[in-house]
Each structure stands twice: as C-alpha cells, then as structure tokens.
C-alpha cells in the first residue's frame, strides 16, 4: 500500500482538502546560547573585522576538518569562486568549463573576469556534471574546471584530475553545496587545487553569508588572499598593493557564528544522510518518482537538497508545476531547481552580450544539453535538507503528501 490509511482517497488540498502537514518543518538555521555567547564576544572586543582571532581560528579550523592544509575566509562563496579564478591566473579570453546546471554563481565568477564559460551537460544519475563530455570540450584556452558538487554530493575526483593534471588544466570545486563531502573516505577540501564553500543562509553550515576556499597549496592560498584583501601580501606592508583585488574579507561576526556552527556539522550531516536514505527508499515505492543515485566513490553525501526525478509519464502525464503545487497545498516544500544558466534573461537582454562573450568559440545550443533540459524542464523535484533534520513524522508526511498526490492523480489530471 503506497498511501497511509488516513489519506487514502482523501481530497488534496489544492482542491480543498485538509493538507498532510500543517505544522512547520525544523527550522533552520539551528542556534543556541553557543552563538550569543559567541557575537557578544566580538561586540564587547571592540576588534569587529581587521586583526581579530576569530577568523584565523576559523580558517585553522575549516581546513582541518575539510582535510586540507590552507583555508581562506571570504564575505561571500560567490567571491571565492572570483578569488580561485583569479590565483589560477584566469584572464579575458580564456574558458572555463562548467555545468550549466548550477547557481548563477559558477558562470558569473567566470564573467566578470571577462574570461568564457564552456558547458559541459549533467549526468543523468547524479546531475553532476559528466566527466566524459569534458574532453571533447576542452581547447588550447581551456584554463579551469569547475565540477559543481551539486546538492552535497562528489563528483568522481579520480576521473577528473586525470583529465585535467595532465593537461595543466586547474580544478576548482565548487562545494557551495558540500561542506563536510567525501570521496573515496577523504573530504573534498584538498582534492582539487582549490575548494570553493559557501555559507549564504541555506547551506549546511552558515553565518548568513560568508566563503571559504581550501587548498593544499601554498601558493595558490596567498594568492587568493591577495585578490580577496585589496590586493596585498601578507608579508608586506599594509598600504602596499601588489595586485588589483577586491575587499571580501569575512568579517568576525560571521566567524563568531561559524565557530559554533562547525562542531554540529558532523552530527546534522550524519542525520541528514539517514533521513535521506529512509526518504527515498519509501519514495522509490510510488511509480514515476526516482532519488538521484549516489555513485559508488561517494563515501559522504550531505544532501543539501534531497533531489527527486520524476517520471510525468507514470504519473498520468501530470506536468511538473501542477505536481509541485499539490505537494506545496499538502504542507511539502518542493521546488522545480534551477533555470539553466544558458538560459539567463541577462542573455537575451543584452545585460552580457553573448556575441561578445562567444567571440571565439559558438555559443551554446539548447540542443547540446538533453539532461540539463530533462532535469531543468520538467524532472527535477528539490527537498530541502532542513526536513532531513527532522524525526519521523516529517518522513511520513512527506511520503503520504507524495502518495495522495498519486491516489489522487486521475483527477490532478483532469483538472485544469
């Protein structure tokens, strides 16, 4: 029986009916008197930014956990993503490969350097970006690699170093989405030149806003230092500025936050993954709706997002948006994802003109991209991971939202 016994049959509440779920999911962010404690620390120090403790405790911290030997805090993830970039030496004209399945982020760090992003489509599996299209995309001016680890969960890192190393291609990991990620029983924080981490008010570990990026390189490390601290070297003087950078400094109140929320990481990540692996199971049991796989290599996913597939044509050929707003009616917050970037209205309105971006290489074609436009169009299904911190009735809600949708999908289809 797909349904419990009290929804069977039952009116949906778009159409009326009393919703499965009216009480709130667990909220999120999760804080205590740690963060109070904390903030009124750095409020009573005086010190709120330049020279405080805070941050250089963080970045000590970050890079420990992550498996990595250097970390750079950062106001943002978006400018982490900038700062990488521009320590791999990324300059106008050269490509960056990415997925065109991601947060506006990933493109837009590579367009205001002026440089090109190059799409690379997703795996159906995983909507990861696929390593296998990525050879035929690279040319002389390919520069960078961005593999997304999109919703917490890692690429195949051992494919893509042996792509790219070879090559003299760098790798940044865009883990916005993967704080506490494992490949292979070694977190991501090392395991390209350098990883990018947000902590905007979503992610798994936040402060609001905030970045980071970790790296096992030295240099690579003072470098986007440099870019993200206007410029300077940390050995020199203050007001001498060896490079054109940007001011993204991480202030000490969000480090302040960051320190208590590290040491729940561990404990969420590991509830996330047990609730999401009980979640789709039971999913997996109503014909038409398909979690995304897990590969192999993959010893950690932290889902971010618990990420469904689903099949309209098992489902009475009900479209997409009208399946999200029964769920949405029933108390379930599911969302379609992303627009494909490809597809930015900054394109079409000539906010970035493409036959300026594409001088030397075509633009890219719809046509080019079967699973970005599956997934973006009409498959994917996002849950966000804060109903995975929850207990079991937020499991059992969420599958009997699902499964009155399904009993109930002869009439969702016939009505208009």
Same mark, same amino acid.
């Not at 009116?11 to 999760?30: C, E, M, N, S």
């Not at 109070?36 to 330049?50: P, R």
């Not at 769920?327 to 309105?349: C, D, K, T, W």
């Not at 699973?371 to 059992?396: F, M, Y």
């Given at each position: ?79 982490? *993503? ?53 050879? =035929? ?56 030149? $350098?990883?990018?981490?947000?902590? =905007? ?37 203050? %007001?001498?500025? %060896? ?10 109140? =969000?480090?302040? $936050? ?9 404990? =969420? ?19 038409? $709706? ?15 997002? *618990?990420? *469904? ?15 999200? !707003? ?11 994802? %992303? ?40 498959? !994917? ?36």
């Amino acid at each position: 029986m797909l349904a419990a016994e009290t929804s069977m049959n039952a009116q949906l509440a778009l159409y009326g009916g009393t919703p499965v779920r009216t009480d709130p999911f667990p909220r999120w962010p999760v804080f205590d008197d740690a963060e109070l404690a904390s903030l009124k620390e750095v409020l009573l120090s005086g010190i709120w930014g330049i020279g405080g403790k805070k941050v250089p405790l963080l970045e000590e911290q970050f890079a420990a956990y992550h498996n990595a030997r250097y970390a750079v805090a950062a106001v943002n993830g978006t400018a982490t *993503l900038e700062m990488a970039l521009r320590a791999f030496g990324v300059k106008e004209g050269d490509e960056v490969i990415i997925p065109p399945y991601t947060f506006y982020a990933t493109m837009s760090a590579v367009l205001v350097l002026k440089a090109v992003p190059v799409f690379v489509d997703i795996e159906n599996d995983s909507y990861c970006i696929d390593l296998s299209k990525v050879p =035929q995309a690279i040319t002389e001016r390919t520069k960078a690699i961005i593999p997304v680890l999109f919703a917490g969960c890692p690429v195949d890192v051992d494919s893509m170093n042996a792509i790219a190393c070879p090559r003299g291609i760098h790798v940044l990991l865009d883990a916005a989405q993967a704080h506490a990620t494992e490949w292979q029983g070694k977190r991501v924080g090392a395991l390209g030149d $350098i990883c990018s981490f947000s902590f =905007q008010s979503s992610k798994n570990m936040t402060s609001g806003e905030g970045g980071m990026l970790t790296t096992d390189d030295e240099s690579l490390a003072a470098l986007a230092r440099s870019y993200g601290n206007c410029g300077r070297d940390q050995k020199k003087p203050w %007001y001498e500025h %060896y490079r054109l950078g940007n001011n993204f400094r991480m202030t000490e109140f =969000q480090a302040a $936050i960051l320190l208590c929320q590290l040491p729940r990481l561990g404990y =969420q990540t590991s509830l996330r993954h047990k609730n999401a692996s009980r979640l789709s199971a039971r999913l997996s049991e109503i014909p038409g $709706i398909v979690p995304l796989a897990i590969p192999p290599g993959a010893t950690r996913h932290t889902h971010h997002i *618990l990420v *469904l597939k689903y099949y309209a044509e098992l489902f009475d050929e009900i479209p997409r948006g009208k399946l999200l !707003a029964a769920l949405q009616a029933e108390g379930i917050p599911a969302h379609p994802g %992303y627009v494909p970037l490809y597809r930015s209205p900054m394109f079409a309105n000539k906010e970035v003109d493409p036959d300026e971006v594409y001088k030397s290489s075509p633009p890219p074609d719809p046509g080019n991209f079967p699973i970005t436009e599956q997934a973006a169009g009409k498959q !994917a299904v996002w849950l966000p991971h804060n109903i995975l911190l929850g207990d079991e009735s937020c499991i059992r809600d969420v599958v009997d939202a699902f499964s009155k949708v399904w009993d109930n999908r002869d009439k969702l289809a016939s009505t208009s």
